[in-house]
């Protein structure tokens, strides 16, 4: 042995990438092998920053300033440059920090309401032409005609509850649920008919009141709201689960 000490320097390196023109950070891996002007280009397709108008700075893994890349010939390896050391992009070209990531910046096209609507190629013109949505007056016709019927149907099922009569809760995707009636009307938080219901297990979403507004006394999760067509009344008797029995 000669007691030589051979240096085994990685091909590649992994840095974090800064620029001027944004404010995120990205980490790529890059050979040691390449020119500074070939890094230049590599990093253009990264920040977009022309290579021509990159001025760099190399920072340590602790983001201390070590020197500048300003020599063009030399080889990137050539610098103190390791893993997790940052790379900074200075733009001369006159692009402003944030500009391709603030579209508050981003100059938008406006056309008022009336232009648009005279408009041959629009989307608006387009659905108007092959009856689509609200320009098909048939089918919006139908279901406005649907919409109509169900609230008739839900008024009439709804004034058909009275208050206090057990009833059976039968609302689809849910298990079939027992109580009494305690509400039935409209309210504030939807509109169309509502039968509000006091379980007789802690299976509800409310004490009987929605939005601070209160409907009925309950205890908490024992009130529910549902539609008219979902509360079918009748003897229904509260199940003895037999809690009082030693």
């Known amino acids: 042995m000669d007691g030589s000490v051979t240096v085994i320097t990685n ?17 790529r891996r890059f050979n040691r092998g390449i020119t500074i002007a070939d890094f230049k280009g590599k990093l253009e397709l990264i920040v977009g920053t022309p290579a021509a ?46 500009e391709f990531t603030d579209l508050s910046k981003v100059e938008k096209f406006e056309i008022s309401d009336d232009a648009y609507e005279k408009r041959a190629d629009s989307i608006r013109n387009f659905k ?6 609200r320009f ?18 839900e008024k009439v099922a709804a004034e ?4 206090g009569k057990r009833c059976k809760v039968q609302v689809p995707g849910q298990p079939t649920k027992i ?6 009307g ?16 802690p299976l509800g979403k409310n004490d009987g009141s ?15 709201f549902v539609k008219p067509l979902s509360v079918t009344v009748g003897d229904f008797p509260e199940e003895d689960y037999g809690l009082d029995e030693m």
């Not at 602790?62 to 440059?81: C, I, M, R, T």
């Not at 050391?85 to 006159?94: A, P």
């Not at 109580?179 to 039935?184: A, L, P, R």
Request: charged residues 30%; hydrophobic residues 30%; glycine residues 8%.
């Open 11 to 27: 091909p590649t390196v992994t840095v974090r990438v800064t620029s001027t023109v944004s404010s995120f950070e990205v980490n």
């Open 53 to 98: 108008y990159m001025d760099l700075e190399l920072f340590s893994t602790s983001d201390k300033f070590l020197q500048k890349l300003d020599n063009n010939e030399a080889l990137f390896g050539s610098y103190p440059v390791d893993d997790d050391c940052r790379i900074h992009v200075t733009d001369r070209s006159g692009t402003q920090s944030g």
């Open 128 to 133: 108007k032409n092959m009856k689509l949505g």
């Open 136 to 153: 098909n007056e048939e089918n919006r016709a139908k279901q406005e005609e649907a919409l109509a019927k169900k609230e008739e149907e």
């Open 160 to 163: 058909a509850l009275v208050v």
């Open 179 to 184: 109580g009494t009636v305690m509400f039935v």
């Open 186 to 201: 409209t309210t504030d938080f939807k509109p169309g008919y509502w039968v509000g219901l006091k379980y007789d297990e």
């Open 210 to 224: 929605v939005n601070g507004k209160r409907y009925f006394e309950c205890e908490p999760k024992y009130g529910a």
